[in-house]
């Protein structure tokens, strides 16, 4: 079943039942300040890191889910509801969401009258501002009574959860005319606050939530708003909230627009005081007054619009199959932003207080959203290489508010450095700028120990080379890509983490995965070093490069299909003599991208079996046969039930290395169907099943051997969004920026047809038209602005814009 439809021309998805299979959430925000907002209000909000500067308070896994939010209450006579349908669950006579580009729009009508909010974060602002249109459609005067809820977390989201203790103590308020300050901590250590303002008169306020919901009540019955009289509660410990009270009268056709805006605030050091206690409110009314006006809003909201449009545009198709459009040209690349921003810390399923942002996790995002902001992709980078050890390995996850790597989820993971490679290369081909090889960039954030980027670099090549097992082969660290492949772990402690505890030493577990994963990257390692002249270097890392290619096809391959690893006593992982897990997808993933083998038939074995025993009909799973027992020498893999996450669930991440794989063998019709297969925008009509948002992809799918296959969960944060992106527009419909040009090298179905692709790259637009042919890949002939081109890459030039025309084999 269906709960809405995709307008693709305002680029929204509109629910039009409340009760989706699971909270549809949206992202908004851009840059500092951000939100999650689900289909009925709930979520929170937070300053740039979600545990450290958490603003409101939200409760994961709880029944009901999805609890807290910014709500709406309007009592309207004896009906009490919410435009959202939640949290109060009055039936409404419509609702609707409209998730759009950073902004939710929610309707819900009741009785005649009709309640719109309208949530997003300005551009450059850090505030939630939310538009509240009533409108009364009936024919009588309704006098309404407007509450609007949230409630405030005492910053420190992980403190709030657990240090009950001390934070019942602590909360602190002011409430000033129409703004609820909520000031916790700041008369000590913190230079922060935060407010909710609305833009009139209120009638009434509370902050006590004991007050104003009830001990004994929930959200869905608030006992201020059921008795239709707030209490002016100002908090003192406990739990503050921030609730305004309006009354509202509307003549039959009158509409009332109101601004509430959910503001964070700075403040120096010695401008923190207005009087002793009393916070300086000076940059909450200068905030306040940038959108205290309905068409300062509206404003805003058409400049986050055209924000947007311009963000779209620089990757553009045109083909015959609308769902591919759809999730090309919008919610794909919106997915990549929301993970650049978010990495894997804050989602329904990422509680915003255990994971910041990952090295590899980040690296990887890179490649689906750098076309978009080039200038945000190099700080990004700079970030995360600023975190590496100088040996070229590095901590596993740095915390955006201080930008610090830690070990909180573990660290030696020995695929981590090579995807530096992969985001600094990537970048320097989007953008040409080769700048940011000299850039002085720190290790371990010790700026005594800055290098230039170029040897960030190569550190991270020789972290490879230098820490190779016994068959010349990658060692595996703590794991590789796959966090839950464990082979030096052996736990046999539940009350210890897969991801930190103690190795045991002495093994020399290694792993097929980073030989494929350094193969392709220390190929563009090598051709990087020879873009800038550095030769030697370029011969000294291609040995290695080939050594490793050796390595692979001489201890590497099983026959049919490439080991996964070789466990910490050397015995083979992903083989045909293990009696569970024979065969794993990333190494055929990885092997196949770096076309190992391609010659004598290694890559169509692998990628067949593949197909045979790895594909079903919601994707490609990990791992076959799953594991139905604990290995100890495998670590977490092998703890998850059969069919899910790591064992041998369809782990979405993955499956676009099959796809490129696929394209290296010329198999176009293969590539595009895995595609398909896990493309949320072609699961909306077994939403029931699917259960996740129909517009974003989800990190996995549960797979053939799980209890119900076809079940997504982790929706929004994962590398997933980042892959898939880059496999259908760079590897499938074949644009590919390289060093010196735009290549075109499509690998699409013939039964695809024609399409066209617009697309900005250093500084021109170019219109490309791609006519196929009986094969869909090879290049025929190449025109740019009528003028044959030889070969497949269009050199870079002087023109705005170019027109291109290709013809395929
Ligand atoms: C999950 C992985 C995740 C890891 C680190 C494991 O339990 O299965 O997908 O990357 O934890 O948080
Ligand atoms: C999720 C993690 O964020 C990612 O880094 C990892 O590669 C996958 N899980 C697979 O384990």
């Given at each position: 079943m269906k709960y809405g439809f995709f307008e693709d021309a305002s680029r929204e998805y509109v629910i039009t039942n409340p009760q989706t299979p699971w909270p549809w959430i949206n992202y908004l925000g851009n840059e500092d300040f951000f939100s999650l907002i689900s289909n009925s209000a709930g979520g929170y909000s937070f300053y740039k890191d979600a545990k450290f500067r958490r603003l409101t308070r939200y409760r994961y896994n709880t029944a009901p889910i999805d609890n807290g939010g910014r709500y709406f209450y309007i009592k309207d006579e004896d009906t009490v509801w919410s435009p959202g349908w939640k949290p109060v669950k009055t039936p409404l006579d419509s609702y609707e969401c409209r998730h759009g580009m950073s902004y939710t729009k929610i309707t819900g009508v009741k009785n005649g009258v009709s309640a719109e909010v309208l949530c997003f974060i300005p551009l450059k602002s850090w505030a939630e501002v939310q538009k509240v249109k009533l409108t009364n459609n009936s024919d009588k005067v309704k006098k309404l009574k407007l509450s609007s809820f949230m409630e405030w977390c005492l910053w420190n989201a992980e403190d709030d959860q657990n240090n009950l203790q001390r934070n019942l103590s602590t909360g602190e308020v002011e409430v000033v005319d129409s703004t609820i300050y909520h000031k916790t901590e700041y008369k000590e250590r913190r230079n922060h606050y935060a407010f909710y303002h609305v833009n009139a008169p209120i009638q009434g306020f509370d902050t006590d939530r004991e007050s104003f919901v009830g001990l004994y009540n929930e959200f869905s019955n608030p006992q201020v708003v059921f008795e239709g009289k707030p209490r002016n509660t100002v908090a003192h410990g406990w739990s503050p909230i921030a609730s305004h009270y309006l009354e509202v009268e509307l003549k039959p056709g009158e509409t009332k627009e109101f601004v509430f805006i959910l503001g964070y605030i700075e403040n120096p050091d010695d401008e923190k005081w207005e009087s002793k206690g009393v916070i300086n409110k000076k940059r909450a009314k200068e905030l306040i007054a940038r959108f205290d006006t309905v068409e300062k809003v509206n404003a805003a909201f058409a400049d986050l619009k055209s924000y947007w449009d311009n963000l779209l545009s620089v990757y553009m198709l045109k083909s015959s199959d609308e769902k591919l459009n759809r999730s090309v040209n919008i919610w794909n690349q919106y997915q990549c932003m929301v993970t650049f921003n978010m990495s894997r810390s804050a989602s329904f399923f990422e509680v915003g207080i255990g994971r910041g942002m990952g090295f590899r996790d980040s690296n990887q995002d890179l490649i689906g959203f750098v076309h978009q902001i080039p200038e945000r992709a190099r700080e990004r980078i700079i970030d995360i290489a600023s975190t590496q050890f100088e040996d070229g390995g590095a901590y596993h996850q740095y915390q955006p508010l201080t930008k610090r790597g830690n070990n909180a989820i573990g660290g030696n993971f020995n695929d981590d450095p090579l995807w530096l490679i992969l985001s600094t290369t990537v970048y320097i081909k989007e953008t040409g700028d080769y700048s940011i090889l000299d850039e002085m960039v720190p290790f371990d954030n010790d700026e005594t120990k800055a290098k230039p980027h170029f040897d960030h670099l190569k550190a991270s090549f020789y972290h490879v080379v230098n820490n190779l097992g016994p068959h010349k082969l990658p060692l595996i660290g703590r794991a590789d890509w796959n966090d839950c492949l464990n082979l030096n772990c052996f736990s046999n402690?539940?009350?210890?983490?897969f991801q930190t505890t103690e190795n045991q030493k002495g093994g020399t577990a290694e792993s097929l995965m980073i030989a494929g994963l350094f193969v392709v990257y220390g190929r563009d390692f090598v051709e990087l070093c020879r873009q800038i002249g550095k030769n030697a270097e370029a011969d000294a890392a291609q040995i290695h490069v080939n050594n490793m290619v050796e390595a692979i096809k001489t201890h590497g391959w099983d026959g049919e299909w490439f080991l996964r690893a070789y466990d910490f006593y050397g015995k083979k992982v992903g083989s045909k003599e293990n009696e569970e897990g024979k065969i794993f997808i990333e190494s055929q993933g990885w092997c196949t991208m770096a076309g190992i083998g391609v010659e004598e038939g290694m890559c169509k074995s692998a990628l067949d079996a593949v197909k045979r025993d790895l594909d079903c009909e919601y994707g490609i799973v990990l791992n076959n046969p799953a594991f139905t027992k604990y290995v100890v020498e495998y670590g977490e893999i092998s703890t998850y039930p059969a069919g899910y996450k790591e064992n041998a669930g369809i782990f979405c991440h993955n499956n676009p290395w099959i796809m490129i794989g696929e394209t290296v063998i010329k198999r176009p019709d293969m590539a595009m169907d895995y595609f398909k297969k896990i493309c949320p925008a072609y699961l909306e009509e077994i939403s029931d099943l699917h259960k996740t948002e129909p517009y974003v992809y989800s990190q996995m799918i549960a797979g053939k051997d799980a209890f119900k296959p076809g079940e997504a969960k982790n929706s929004w944060l994962t590398g997933t969004a980042s892959w898939n992106f880059y496999a259908i527009s760079h590897s499938i419909l074949g644009i590919k920026p390289q060093y010196n040009g735009l290549q075109i090298d499509p690998c699409v179905p013939p039964s695809f047809g024609d399409y066209q692709v617009q697309r900005k790259f250093r500084g021109a637009t170019y219109n490309i038209q791609i006519k196929n042919g009986s094969k869909g890949f090879g290049v025929k002939r190449l025109t740019v602005d009528g003028k044959v081109v030889e070969g497949n890459i269009i050199p870079l030039g002087t023109a705005n814009s170019l027109n291109i025309l290709v013809e395929l084999d």
């Open positions: 402690n539940p009350n210890e983490s």
